[in-house]
């Protein structure tokens, strides 16, 4: 992603086997360019953005999509994204 000052990369990878070995199955990382020069600015830890995003779309479109007159939430299965995905609704 890139606008007028910077560019974006978000980089990431997949490990299936991972939990055997209490790590995480995914890695994320965001980094920040300069778009005049190049130069890096920043490296951000993509796997929070990501949830943080997710759960934000998903309170959006909440607010489109359910019933005016609804005043609950059930919230199942959504593993480390369900703290993100409370707070956000």
């Not at 980089?11 to 130069?39: C, E, H, V, W």
């Not at 997710?54 to 994204?81: D, Q």
Request: hydrophobic share 45%; charged share 15%.
């Amino acid at each position: 992603a890139w606008n007028e000052d910077l560019v974006g990369v978000k980089a990431f990878t997949y490990f299936p086997d991972n939990g055997s070995k209490s790590l995480p199955t995914l890695f994320s990382k965001i980094l920040l360019f300069s778009r005049a020069d190049g130069q890096p600015l920043a490296m951000i830890d993509g796997t929070t953005v990501t949830y943080w995003r997710t759960a934000a779309v998903s309170a959006l479109a909440s607010r489109y999509l359910a019933r005016p007159e609804s005043m609950r939430l059930l919230l199942l299965g959504t593993g480390n994204l369900a703290i993100p995905l409370v707070q956000a609704h």
